[in-house]
């Protein structure tokens, strides 16, 4: 049925089987999207959020996005600056789920502030000291950056780049897309490293803050560098995923070796630094202002000491070891068991720096704060995933996004039905 | 800090001995500045309380345990050092929260706040309210409402602001008379409430006020912890969460130690060393 | 002309260019937000001349001074009067949302009929003449000393006129309900001499035994009582506190003394016999005390340290150095009433005034004055016609309030009652009695602001206007030392279609003519307040109060002890259970016949409401398996409520402590139907010889819901 729009020689599935799961799919994100108009025309009283949790659910979810996304960044950095040419066979993908999460996070900004409508006097009346000015900027940029990395992708649709005008485009923008590559680069290092820099300036809250260099706090680059590293594990856990629903081989073995390789370094040096940072901050800058660590892990009933090892330990070094092991690294199992641990682990990183902040109480006399989100909340954070999804599976049919696709399916071809 | 002989410096001092936690103060807020009601204000996690009275116990058993109150508006910080980056308005991405570095006064603009909520994540003591829900006043009771301060939309943070109108019509009336203001011309809504005269309101800066006289605020930075300014050299005279430099501008006082102690977080051992350090007294008193 | 794709393409883009390059997306942004900062929903209140004008507060016997502002003559803060002599500035949460009051869901806006279960909105002239009407059958019939009246007390014009139109109409069945006042008067008339009563110099004592009086919350005039506390550091005056639970009051005094519930008493008798015995009173011994020596032989006899100590749990030892501090300071002065001083037994009240009587410190500076009433007021004589002269030798039904609805529940008695300033139906214990009492009789008419719970249960409403909407002299009590007179002016126009309770006083005896028509000849109450304040009109009108007295009274009044030498013995609490239930009245809270405001409700925290929970408190030691935050069921003989578990270490193990002033039943979301109202749980106990509501607590248990 839509045949014609199919990139050359690619087998799909059935339109009616491909109608049917992205309509599954879309009856989650008219979930989500009925959830999110409740939010704009209700108010934020639809959320569990309160004056304590002003952060919550949602800003956890725009973070952990952003983190996750950080693997278009560094894959195109590392393809266009650093020629790792190898990583051609990654970056489209990559650049589509940085796409998704970038559009993803920008759209919980936009459900999350009280008032929407207003939501441009962040740039109209930008306070130059806040870091979240920064992360504004540097967001929204970037995300205009990855839909220009994105558009030739789109212009290579079959039909589209039938066009000379689109199919010359798509030539000439890969051409240039360097130059983009380095902008993206550029403004992904800042604003990941702001969004950390966020908990790390408030110095109200001795769980967040941190000292610095200059006007950024320790979390600013430990943000910036675990988005590096822990990014690629995403883009190679999402193709992993998307192979297994496909039922085919979609990158080769190298180069995801390749990029496993780059993230495990990248993890292990995160994960030394992540260490002296606590390190330090237990012994040194949590008690200059009267706190002992276990402060902030005891009298509660959720943060304890598990949080920080299951993050540091079970989902820092331990993934980091498995990837820069060459035997586990390209062992499928190990290795995709290091990448789930580690997408875990930055997640944890960013609800930690998020939730355990608001939930840990400053005044002697205040006590410990735990919130659970609404329904709203939770429907609005999927909303997302389910766009993905049917981002993913439209790019998937319609678009060229992986170059390896019909080599590595040629003699599964024959015989297997598609996915 | 500004060295502007002229800038004001307002802030207050609250005897923790003589509060009762009548709540007075509290409802005179509410009533002063437009602070609005829902029919459920159990939860206080979303219940907008300019200002709050918490209850601090001293954690003993009975006959032993000892209670005091403790009113908590804004703490009008200065931020480290004192140069006027209050944890709130230094985060706010729209500077829709301002530090008036002639008052001292941290204000809040609600028609520029576009509802982020940074700021209250960054206010340790959680004197910042967010408007989850539009304000809604039973019928007929908008009629008591004083146009002197805007009632908030829903979406938006709001906090104590010193009564800052009172200051605008004492400012007006004074230089209309071509004088400064006086020591009694403004003062907080909270404050005249109080019927046990727990608070004291005034210009830090001025060492004919009251509240002058009481803190005896030291100018010069702390020398056992640079990012504070403006300890009090007054023994029974403290600030909340003091050593983590956000430099309030109100100030407590109470004759037990204990009460003194709650007010910031210590290391085991280090409450017998500081107890007795207050704002270098000798050199600068 | 032929649209391909490219063009169609290229048409579109160039569109969404056109768009974005054009103004139309900037100005819509612009005006969204503007929008967003304008919403009709929000309200813009009208600016405009600010005005400050004075009046006084009667939301409580505190009589405080108050300023309203005004915006255009539109009121929108109540702050205290500065310089005034009661509250000099102060106010408490309450007085402050006075304004409220004007606008509370739960006001009544019209004079209403019942009509089966259902109020009915009439004229004023109709409810008047149905009143009339009724009233004149009830005189006609020869019974006029059936029509009874509860009231909040007072002693102002108000109260007097009240008081005025029983005469007139023929009937002794007045009933106040029980207060700090009305139990200090009863204190005065048993000790010294009827229609006096007690007023305690805090200001300028320097040694305060307060036996559980809540005077930082709410106990007497309270602005002012937390005021005296207040200023004791700089006097160096001390506060002893008796109780048993850390109020406030005692967790602000220098020493408490923790006794068993329901032994103040003793405790007091037991420091008389300490005086007695340590010859510390001989000088203070009065020619024309009456009694003494069987009160002496008493104390001696049964009030001895270690007898005392025994009941009431305070060491002997202890009993003796308090006896001994009291006597040595140089102006001590011994406080009763626990906590609003409005429970309790008269013999508690007796025992304490006795040791003031014992220690020389009646009439004396920091003491306790002995005050005649303020007697400004003149009233022309009553006129009183035949039927009227018939009711008036008729006995009382009762007592008190609480030995009225007995009567009235066993027997009925009344054929009409009037409500004022009270709701008895929440305020005395055991509030369904009150109701099934109040249900014996035919014709019920309120005088309430509010639908409260004695209100719905009237047959006619003539809703008064509330204290910002009318004149009124306003006279302190409470247990002050001074006495002091304030004018209570309408800063408003009523709201609704409401009256002065005064005009329609005036209004019904007019209707109903012969005698009553006469002893009310005045043309609204305005007129008649006027008249009878002539004595200090010119000051009252032109400063907004007159201080009567505030020195010591001279001379030393005597002290009849008749009454301590036969008080029965504090009343031993009902039912059964592990616990003692207590009542614990809090300042954010009102209780009585106040219901708080939205604003006093939302200062309450969240360990005394919860949802819809009362929090108890109760020690930890003595919780068993409940733990902090449980749902729990709490028994007693009266009733069980589903409550809160609260931990708090500062009760005495095995006393529950419930809030007070809550669990109201009408409609007004805010303040109503929140918690449960302790007197629902408790039964009373009524003091043989005074009539009072002795109960200080209840036998309790509790069980995990
Ligand atoms: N906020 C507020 N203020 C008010 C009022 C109001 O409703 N709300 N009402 C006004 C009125 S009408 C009145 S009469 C006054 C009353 O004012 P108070 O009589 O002072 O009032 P309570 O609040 O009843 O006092 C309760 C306290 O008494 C103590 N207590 C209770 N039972 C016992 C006991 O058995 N032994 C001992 N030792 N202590 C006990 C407890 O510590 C408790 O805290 O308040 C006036 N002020
Ligand atoms: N168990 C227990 N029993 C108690 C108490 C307690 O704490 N516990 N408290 C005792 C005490 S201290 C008291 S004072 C009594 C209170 O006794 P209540 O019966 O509570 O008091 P009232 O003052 O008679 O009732 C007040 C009525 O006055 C009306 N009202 C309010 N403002 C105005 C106004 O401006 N004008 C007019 N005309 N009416 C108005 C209201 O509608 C309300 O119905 O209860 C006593 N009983
Ligand atoms: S009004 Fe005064 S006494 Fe009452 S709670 Fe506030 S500070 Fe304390
Ligand atoms: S108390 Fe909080 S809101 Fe007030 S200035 Fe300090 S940080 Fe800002
Ligand atoms: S919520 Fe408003 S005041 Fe607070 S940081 Fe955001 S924009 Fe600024
Ligand atoms: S200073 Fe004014 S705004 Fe702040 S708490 Fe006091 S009354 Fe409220
Ligand atoms: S203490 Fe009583 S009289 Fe005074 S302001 Fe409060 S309610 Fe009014
Ligand atoms: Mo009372």
Request: glycine share 10%; with cysteine.
């Amino acid at each position: 049925m839509d045949d014609a729009l199919i990139p050359e020689g690619a087998k799909r599935c059935a339109f009616p089987i491909f109608l049917i799961g992205i309509i599954i799919v879309g009856a989650v994100l008219l979930w989500g999207v009925y959830a999110m108009f409740l939010c704009w025309i209700k108010g934020l009283n639809q959320t569990n959020m309160n004056d304590y949790y002003g952060f919550a659910l949602w800003i956890w979810a725009d973070l952990a996005v952003i983190a996750v996304g950080g693997g278009a960044f560094f894959t195109g950095l590392l393809k266009y600056i650093f020629k790792v040419d190898e990583l051609k066979n990654i970056i489209n993908f990559a650049v589509i789920i940085g796409f998704i999460c970038y559009s993803s996070a920008l759209l919980i900004l936009a459900i999350d502030i009280g008032q929407p409508l207003r939501g441009w006097f962040i740039f109209w009346h930008a306070n130059v000291h806040s870091m979240l000015t920064e992360v504004a900027f540097c967001l929204s940029c970037y995300f205009a950056v990855l839909t220009i990395e994105f558009i030739p992708n789109i212009l290579e649709n079959r039909q589209v780049n039938k066009v000379p005008f689109f199919h010359h485009l798509a030539h000439n923008m890969h051409g240039v897309m360097a130059v983009f590559a380095a902008t993206g680069a550029f403004l992904s290092f800042f604003h990941q490293g702001s969004l950390g820099g966020v908990a790390g300036v408030m110095f109200g809250r001795p769980f967040a803050f941190r000292e610095g260099l200059l006007i950024w706090p320790w979390t600013f680059f430990l943000f910036t560098w675990s988005a590096a590293a822990f990014g690629p594990c995403f883009t190679l856990l999402v193709t992993k995923i998307t192979e297994i629903i496909t039922g085919k081989k979609l990158v080769g073995d190298k180069t995801v070796n390749l990029l496993a390789k780059i993230s495990g370094w990248m993890i292990t040096t995160y994960i030394i630094a992540k260490i002296i940072d606590t390190i330090y901050w237990a012994y040194v800058t949590a008690p200059s202002m009267g706190f002992k660590l276990s402060h902030f892990y005891s009298d509660n009933g959720f943060y304890g000491y598990w949080i920080l090892i299951t993050e540091v330990i079970l989902c820092g070094v331990v993934p980091g070891l498995l990837l820069i092991i060459k035997s586990t690294r390209e062992n499928p199992t190990t290795r995709t068991i290091a990448i789930i641990l580690g997408v875990i682990g930055v997640c944890l990183n960013r609800w930690v720096m998020v939730l355990q902040i608001m939930a840990v109480p400053v005044m002697s006399f205040d006590s410990w704060a735990l919130y659970i989100p609404s329904w709203q909340e939770v429907a609005t954070t999927i909303l997302p995933v389910a766009y993905g999804i049917i981002l993913i599976a439209f790019a998937y049919r319609y678009l060229p996004v992986f170059p390896q696709e019909l080599e590595l399916n040629e003699s599964a071809d024959a015989a297997a039905q598609n996915g | 800090m500004i060295e502007n002989k002229k800038a004001h410096k307002f802030g207050m001092v609250i005897d923790l001995d003589k509060c009762t936690g009548c709540g007075a103060c509290m409802v005179s807020c509410m009533s002063e500045n437009n602070v609005p009601f829902k029919e459920d204000e159990s939860n206080k996690k979303d219940s907008i309380t300019w200002m709050r009275v918490y209850k601090l116990t001293n954690g003993k058993s009975f006959p032993e345990t000892e209670i005091a109150y403790l009113p908590r508006p804004c703490q009008h910080c200065g931020g480290i050092g004192d140069h006027g980056h209050s944890p709130c308005v230094s985060v706010c991405p729209a500077t829709a929260t301002d530090y008036g570095y002639d008052t001292g006064i941290v204000s809040q603009i609600y028609t520029r706040c576009f509802g982020c909520r940074y700021c209250m994540g960054a206010c340790p003591y959680h004197a910042r309210y967010f408007n989850w829900w539009d304000p809604k006043w039973p019928e007929g009771m908008e009629n008591y409402l004083s146009p002197n301060v805007s009632p908030r939309m829903r979406g938006v943070v709001e906090k104590c602001s010193f009564c800052y109108h009172r200051y605008q019509l004492a400012r007006e009336r004074a230089m209309v008379e071509g004088r400064e203001i006086e020591e009694m011309e403004y003062q907080t809504a909270c404050t005249t409430a109080c019927p046990a005269g727990a608070i004291v309101f005034g210009d830090l800066n001025n060492p004919a006020h009251k509240v002058h006289q009481i803190v005896k605020p030291d100018p010069h930075p702390d020398p056992m912890n640079h990012k504070v300014v403006g300890k009090s050299r007054n023994p029974n005279v403290f600030r909340l969460l003091e050593r983590l430099g956000t430099n309030p501008k109100v100030y407590y006082m109470s004759e037990r130690e204990w009460v003194r102690k709650a007010g910031d977080n210590y290391l085991k051992g280090e409450w017998e060393n500081v107890k007795t350090h207050h704002g270098a007294s000798s050199s600068h008193g | 002309m032929k649209i391909d794709r490219r063009s169609f393409l290229g048409l579109g883009l160039g569109a969404a260019a056109g768009i974005a390059l054009s103004p139309v997306g900037v100005k819509l942004t612009d005006d969204s937000s503007i929008w967003t900062q304008n919403w009709p929903w929000t309200p813009v209140p009208e600016d405009g001349k600010i005005t400050y004008d004075r009046s006084v507060c009667s939301l409580c016997p505190g009589a405080c001074g108050i300023s309203v502002r005004k915006i255009n003559g539109r009121p929108v803060k109540i702050e205290g009067l500065v310089d005034h002599p009661i509250n000099n500035g102060g106010v408490c949460p309450h007085g402050i949302s006075g304004l409220q009051y004007l606008y509370d869901p739960a006001r009544i806006k019209t004079p209403l009929k019942r009509n089966g279960n259902k109020f009915e909105k009439i004229s004023w002239d109709e409810a008047i003449s149905l009143v009339a009407q009724k009233l004149g059958e009830i005189r006609k019939n020869g019974a006029p000393e059936s029509l009874g009246l509860i009231t909040g007390g007072g002693s102002g014009s108000m109260a007097h006129l009240f008081d005025r139109f029983m005469g007139a109409f023929g009937s002794p069945n007045t009933y106040t309900m029980p207060s700090l006042e009305s139990n200090l008067a009863l204190t005065a008339a048993a000790l010294h001499s009827a229609d006096q009563s007690l007023g305690f110099d805090l200001d300028h004592s320097d040694f305060i035994l307060s036996f559980g009086a809540g005077i930082i919350e709410g106990w007497g005039s309270p602005v002012a009582c937390i005021q005296a506390n207040a200023s004791r550091r700089e006097r160096k005056a001390k506060l002893v506190q008796v109780d048993y639970r850390l109020s406030n009051t005692a967790n602000a005094a220098d020493k408490i003394i923790a006794v068993n519930p329901g032994t103040e008493a003793d405790l007091a008798l037991g420091l008389c016999a300490v005086l007695l015995a340590k010859k510390q009173i001989s000088t203070n011994t009065r020619y024309g005390d009456v009694n003494k020596f069987p009160f002496a032989a008493m104390l001696g006899k049964e009030y001895t340290p270690e007898k005392v100590a025994a009941i009431t749990g305070v060491k002997a030892a202890d009993i003796e150095a308090l006896a001994m501090a009291f006597i040595e300071a140089k102006a001590p002065v011994a406080v009763p009433g626990k906590g609003r001083g409005d429970t309790g037994s008269l013999r508690e009240f007796t025992a304490v005034q006795a040791l003031n009587a014992l220690a020389g410190r009646l009439n004396k500076k920091g003491g306790v004055f002995v005050m005649w009433p303020a007697g400004y007021l003149s009233f022309p004589e009553n006129v009183m016609d035949a039927v009227a002269e018939q009711g008036a030798g008729k006995a009382k039904l009762a007592g008190s309030v609480n030995e009225l609805a007995d009567k009235l529940e066993k027997d009925g008695g009344l054929s009409a009652l009037f409500i004022y300033n009270a709701n008895p139906c929440y305020a005395l214990n055991a509030p369904e009695k009150i109701k099934a009492a109040m249900d014996k009789v035919g014709f019920k008419v309120s005088f309430s602001s509010f639908m409260d719970e004695t209100a719905l249960r009237s047959d006619v409403i003539l809703p008064a206007s509330i204290f910002l909407e009318r004149l009124e002299d306003v006279v302190s009590g409470a247990g002050l030392a001074k006495t002091v007179v304030g004018l209570c002016r309408p800063m408003v126009k009523p709201v609704f279609d409401t009256k002065h309770p005064g005009d329609a006083l005036i209004l019904l005896a007019q209707a109903m003519g012969a005698g009553m028509a006469q002893s009310f000849a005045w043309e609204s109450y305005a007129a008649c307040l006027e008249d009878v304040t002539e004595k200090i009109w010119d000051n009252l009108s032109g400063d907004g109060y007159v201080v009567i007295d505030d020195k010591p009274p001279v001379g030393t009044p005597a002290t009849d002890f008749t009454f301590l030498v036969s008080a029965p013995k504090a009343a031993l609490s009902n039912g059964e259970g592990e616990y003692t239930l207590v009542p614990v009245d809090k300042m954010r809270l009102a209780s009585g016949s106040m219901t708080s405001s939205p604003f006093a409700v939302k200062t309450v925290p969240d360990t005394v409401l919860s949802g819809k929970y009362s929090v108890v408190e109760i020690n930890p030691a003595t919780a068993g398996v409940l733990k902090d935050g449980d749902i729990a069921f709490l028994k007693t003989a009266m009733g069980t409520a589903k409550v809160k578990i609260g931990f708090n270490e500062g009760i005495l193990p095995g006393v529950i402590g419930m809030p007070r002033g809550l669990g109201h039943a009408f409609n007004n979301p805010y303040v109503a139907g929140k918690g449960v109202n302790v007197n629902d749980l408790i039964g009373p106990v009524i003091e043989p010889g005074s009539g009072l509501d002795a109960a200080f607590g209840i036998k309790a248990s509790l069980s995990k819901a």
